[in-house]
């Protein structure tokens, strides 16, 4: 299928003169004194010029966006025509399953008669606002052929809009707006974005997750069981109840320059949901049915569940479905994440959004791992063809257990096949359309539903899958950075939030994150967002000051482990304490180690992580390419950081390397020769793993990590992009190494 993808075309303009705020029934009026006056038209002006346009433009100035679109902010404004304004106004003051009178329309007599002016002036000004933001992007886009569906973010924090492709119909061939309005006319180009004119107001659902669940009727089956289960009252959620004030302090990054913070957490989810159609090809035609099967894949499960064993737990397969460990129940909360994820940002890929900062190389697969409502296990979603320009061709695959997943019997790649047989291919995500051309996938008002091809649940091999070294990324378990549209989320976008300022990086609230707790009120919290990073998925977590904080690690199935953290050595890297307890709770915590200097330099003689500079086949022709310095490094409690990314896009090396068995280097040669994270060298701009300890994490206990600043230096950091859980099976095998990557 031709379909298309929205593209960034363009960053922000960094001299703005006004804030976006947050508004109710009254607005603060942007500062007009920078509107541009060139010969080109700002978006606003095009509206103005468009009689077609007018109903938008008025929706537009009731809440004063009229004015934002008329500054040197840059936006994708997507405009609805008269007609198509007026259909949308009568469908929502018609709609009898408001929830509210009329969705915020003034009643009034003969209502669709009404001109399309006359209506738009019974709105409120919450309804104008709301349809205003999902109408604007804070990137700038324009259409570009391409295949596969992909998402479009809005400035409704959290809610995107889906492009895609007419097949059929009156509107074939033309750009899609989740499958039901089209750009009739695009790319028109103005001073300040891109206007695409469309045939309607782009809908969207606004129902929570559990209610569009219950209305879609593709998941009759898998709904009842979430409603016996009471887990559909969670899903519910929306918004956590706090108003964070730390933006008012007009939070800066280390040079002075105000940073984005927000001032809401919203609540978000994502349920892996199978139809009724995979539960009818599995013998499963009802509830009664579903529940037998459970008490099969459940009942004997504390052979494998570590968190049942260790807790002692007896597993129900009664009746009380509300029961945390009834078999039905345990099945349901194994679907679903904290997260809110759209199909094609579940993991990082590569397309027209994230091209620019693209950092994956050596053809490593995306993988993540994320924990689910099922009490300490994870989930984890490994994506094929990352780099295939068909979104429908990245194959998103739950649990994929490959053995030997990440060790090799190679020296520079991943390892032969034969030592790497599929023991588990994995739950395939549904990423395919629907006959009309919509997407499977559902976003709903506070998360997305996403078609599974076969049954999930957490087994044995579930848990095997996660017998590899684990690279946790910090945006996954911090889920409040995807669950507010942080994480994947581009450097003019939080411009557009920040008032057209920085939009390199975010501040947070002490308070913003469940999972972590701050000590020192003086502890900075950081995210820099999609950038020329030296960093996994090209974003990370970070902070300065005088820091103490505490971070809550994912549960791992219970083990010895290794538990690492990869960090940039230089200047302001900072001296800091490593503890580990069972609680945030500062009595509890142990430390680990002597002090940890992330300002040391690795490229001095004499120094103690015991690291050699990578030389090139020309520099040193007896190289052995670091195998016997990482040795060295690793006894001394260091290793390089790995070769499957590399700073911004200075890698173009996607491909997988071809090993020569009469060369035992030869694909050693080509790592050494890039810019991969484990080959740059020389102080700040090189990245190494500092292993913090080995101990044995016990799948029913907590684990959180505590970072102290030891020395009175504000100017000092700490990095936390990823860490590493590594079984000492893995780094400790006697036959295989642990892959580069």
Known sequence: MNSKIFKNI???????????????????????????????????????????????NAILAKCSYDKKISTYLEYTCFAPINDGVSQYLDSLYNDENKRFPHNGIKETPNFTSLSVLDKVALMSDSLCEDISKYHLSGDVFQQINVDGATTCSTLITGRSITANTFDSGKYAGMTSLNGRVAITQGDIEASNGILHICSGVIPRSDRTIDDQMGVDGNFKIFHEALQLTGLDKMLQQEKKDTTYTYAQTGPTDRDGIKIYCPEECLIKWTIFAETDDVFKAAGINSFADLKAKCAQWYGNCASWYDYVAEKGISISTGDDYTNEFNVVHMFVAYHILRAGMAVDKIVYEKNAKSQANWNICFGYDPQEYFETLLPNTLMKVWELNSTNTTASRRTLLINRYRKNNTLTDEIGTFGSDATHPIIFPGVEIDRSTNADGTVKSIETLNGYIHRIKSILIYDQNAKEAQNERMRLDSSTFLYELINNGIRFASPSEISTLNGGGDGNRVAFDNTYFDNIYCYNPSTLLRFCVMGAWRSNNSDQFQGWDAYDFAIKLPHVPTGTYELRIVYPPMGRGGLMQFYLGNSSNQADMVAQGIPFDACADPTQPGNIMGCEQIFTAEELEDTD???????????????????????????????????????????????????????????????LRYIICTQRFEQSKDYWLRIKNLVNDANLGWSFDFIELCPVTISNNQTMSEDWY
């Open 10 to 56: 363009g960053f922000k303009a960094l001299v703005m003169g006004f804030v976006v705020t947050t508004f109710s029934s009254c607005y603060e009026e942007p500062d007009t004194s920078q509107i541009f006056n060139a010969d080109q038209l700002t978006i606003e002006e095009i509206l103005c010029q468009h009689e077609e346009l007018s109903a938008f």
């Open 625 to 687: 390419y670091g195998l016997a310095s990482d040795q060295v490094m690793k006894v001394r409690g260091y290793m390089r950081a790995p070769a499957s990314f590399s700073r911004g896009t200075y890698n173009t090396i996607t491909d997988k390397l071809v090993y020569d068995p009469s060369d035992p280097y030869s694909a050693a040669k080509n790592i050494t020769g890039s810019t991969s994270c484990r080959s740059e060298w020389g102080y700040g701009t090189m990245m």
